[in-house]
Each structure stands twice: as structure tokens, then as C-alpha cells.
């Protein structure tokens, strides 16, 4: 049994750690919104795996009251990311690992600025979650998580898949941090950016469109061509295949329904949204590249300009 704690449990840090806690893990979640709600009525999933809930969760409202642990899962949005070794470092001892369940690129390499590279990990969920009533979790489909080690440590990774052994999550062997990465942005970037640009639709008006659709394909193209440049440029082997990549996004989100990414969520409800990592630093690392990426500039820029957290009065 690992001692785990979750910062940062929104939907998906809750998600997870809820389900490392199932495994038997010690799961302590740092809260803030829905506090009062779990302490009160316990941490529900509704998942379409079969719902189930943590009666008496382990429960913070500061990372100190948590205390040092094995693992810490990092579920903060991208715009927290500032705070974020802040509210880790309490929980840290030398052996402690971090595992960036987060969105975007550079992710990683902020988080080890301040905490060391050896112990962190990226996590690329692909699924569909969003929170319901507080203390309540919706996993709508999907769930698995791909997981990578900064330094691409094939022991590291050993590590931190043996705390999923028992879990019920698909959890799939990313040997490139940098291609996971880039791979997950080929839906992050066209689906969470269309989908506030489009004047606030779902994924399934993205595919059923044909004009949406023909741009979601062609912004994965441009994310293909800077991924595989930056692998390039980092001496990496690594190359993403792009039609591979682009039908199985596609083949994905066809059967997704109308779902509602998190940054049509946070646009919705006027939070700040994730531009800078999930847009911006992908269509600089491809400017400083030579890769053209005229439609993700267009797409960082309209979106920076809709971004509630930016937007006067």
C-alpha cells in the first residue's frame, strides 16, 4: 500500500485518486470547493465501470494537514500551475514521486524546476469526466491514463505503474515522455479550442460538421508536424504517426457524444482557460522551430482574446 496524496481534485484528480483509494491505497485528497460537501456525504463516482463512493475520505484543506507521502497526483489546471510546487512541497520526502495528471506541453519540466526531475511523471488521461454536484464525480466514458517519466527512466516506470496494478484504470507504457505529449495535444488542441471557438459547442457538433470537422484534421496535422520536429530537435528516435494518431482521435470522439471538454467547461462557467499550455507553447515551440502552424496561431490568439481569466471588467 502507497501513501497518496491528491492535489488539486477537481474531476479528474478525484477520479483517479478515488480509484487508487478502491485499490486500497492511502488516498488523501487536498480540497478546497467541495470541502464541506465530501465531509459531510463522502466522495461519490458515477462511472460507466459501475459506480461506487468513499464514505470517509482522508480530507485536507491544506497540504500541510496531509503530511509527507509515496505519491503525489497532480490534478491542478495549467493556469494553477505557478502554485503548484507550493502546494506539493509539504507533502515531499526524498523518495516522493509526482505524477502530473494535467493538460498541455512543458508540464513536466516546470514542475522539475522546482522539484527535481528525477521524481516526476507526466499522466495523459484520455476520458471523459466532469463534475457533477459537490462531492460528486461524472466518468462519462474512456478512463485510461498513459504514463511517462520525465527523463524517459524505463525503472521509474516500473515504479509508477506497479501503484496502478490493482486499480481499476486502463493504465497504458509511455516510453517518451515529449511523444505522449505531443500525441495528446493532436485532441486537446482542435477539440478543447473548436469547441470554445465555434461559439461554445460540444465534440459531436466537431465531427458531424464537415467544414468543424475538415479544421479539427487539419490543426491535428500541424500539431503532428511540431511534435515530430520537437522530438526531432531533442535527439529523440521517437516520430508520431500522424494518420495513425488522427484516425484514432477521430475513431474516438465519434462515439463520444455531446461531450463537453474542460475548456468549453471553464469558458462556460467564466473561469480562466488553459491557452497557454494546451496553445500557446505548442505554437511557440513550432515558430522556434520553423514549423509552420498557421491555424493553431489563429486558434491561440482568438482563443486568447475569449479567455475569461484575461477578459477586462
Known amino acids: 500500500m502507497a501513501t497518496v496524496a491528491v492535489i488539486g481534485a477537481g474531476a479528474v484528480g478525484s477520479y483517479y485518486g478515488a480509484r487508487l483509494a478502491q485499490a486500497g491505497h492511502d488516498v488523501r485528497f487536498l480540497l478546497r470547493r467541495d470541502y464541506d460537501a465530501v465531509a459531510e456525504r463522502g466522495l461519490r463516482i458515477e462511472s460507466h465501470h459501475g459506480d461506487f463512493a468513499l464514505q470517509h475520505p482522508t480530507i485536507a484543506r491544506d497540504p500541510v494537514a496531509i503530511g509527507p507521502v509515496d505519491w503525489v497526483l497532480c490534478g491542478l489546471k495549467s493556469t494553477a500551475l505557478a502554485e503548484a510546487a507550493a502546494l506539493i512541497r509539504p507533502c515531499l520526502t526524498p523518495g516522493t514521486r509526482v505524477l502530473a495528471i494535467m493538460n498541455g506541453l512543458g508540464i513536466e519540466e516546470r514542475l522539475a524546476a522546482s522539484l527535481g526531475a528525477e521524481r516526476v511523471f507526466g499522466g495523459l488521461a484520455f476520458t471523459c469526466i466532469n463534475r457533477g454536484e459537490p462531492g460528486v464525480v ?39 515522455l515529449l511523444r505522449a505529449r505531443w500525441e495528446k495535444l493532436c485532441w486537446n488542441v482542435p477539440f478543447n479550442g473548436l469547441t470554445v471557438a465555434a461559439g461554445g459547442v460540444d465534440t459531436e457538433v466537431i465531427v458531424s460538421n ?27 528516435p521517437e516520430r508520431i504517426d500522424g494518420e495513425a494518431v488522427i484516425t484514432r482521435m477521430f475513431t474516438l470522439t465519434d462515439v463520444m457524444g455531446p461531450y463537453r471538454p474542460s475548456t468549453l467547461i471553464d469558458y462556460l462557467e467564466g473561469r480562466a482557460i488553459e491557452v497557454d499550455a494546451i496553445f500557446a507553447e505548442p505554437a511557440r515551440r513550432a515558430h522556434y522551430l520553423g514549423v509552420p502552424t498557421p491555424r493553431m496561431e489563429l486558434l491561440t490568439a482568438l482563443l486568447a482574446r475569449l479567455d475569461p481569466g484575461t477578459r477586462e471588467g
Open 138 to 176: 461524472h466518468h462519462i466514458e474512456y478512463g485510461q491514463i498513459g504514463i511517462a517519466h520525465l527523463r524517459d527512466d524505463p525503472d521509474e516506470l516500473d515504479r509508477a505503474l506497479a501503484l496502478w496494478q490493482d486499480a481499476t484504470v486502463e493504465v497504458t507504457r509511455q516510453p517518451s
Open 210 to 236: 464537415p467544414a468543424l470537422r475538415a479544421e479539427a484534421r487539419a490543426l491535428m496535422e500541424e500539431v503532428v508536424a511540431a511534435g515530430n520536429a520537437d522530438l526531432a530537435a531533442a535527439g529523440s
